[in-house]
């Protein structure tokens, strides 16, 4: 069984910075693209960032473009999502997700609350 184990979530004030990771368990990223996902209250899921396992290529939201920076370190088998000048409307649960080939795996869910 694979597992996405997620950390690095917590509290913050507005313009300061948190950095999330996502390690695999049972089973290795190897290739493909590895994303963040994250859902407000009240509000449906929404894409943040992706990256290539593979070659590093990094793709992200207009929302995030410029603030957040996707990474991975293929040796701890982890993706990593830092997060610069986070605002209140940054507030929500953060997924990391892997489309692996025969199934989809997705993290728990890690809280990220900005406060004004």
């Known amino acids: 069984q694979v597992h996405l184990v997620e950390s690095g979530g917590g509290l913050v004030q507005a313009g300061g910075s948190l950095r999330l990771s996502c390690a695999a368990s049972?089973?290795?990223?190897?290739?493909?693209?590895i994303g963040w996902y994250r859902r407000a209250p009240g509000k449906e899921r929404e894409f943040v960032a992706t990256i290539r396992w593979s070659s590093g290529s990094a793709g992200y939201s207009t929302s995030v473009k410029g603030r957040f920076t996707i990474s991975r370190d293929i040796a701890k088998n982890t993706v990593y999502l830092e997060m610069n000048n986070l605002e209140p409307e940054d507030t929500d649960l953060c997924y990391c997700?892997?489309?692996?080939?025969?199934?989809?795996?997705w993290g728990q869910g890690i809280q990220v609350t900005v406060s004004s």
């Open positions: 997700n892997w489309p692996a080939p025969s199934d989809e795996y």
């Open positions: 049972g089973g290795s990223f190897d290739s493909y693209n």
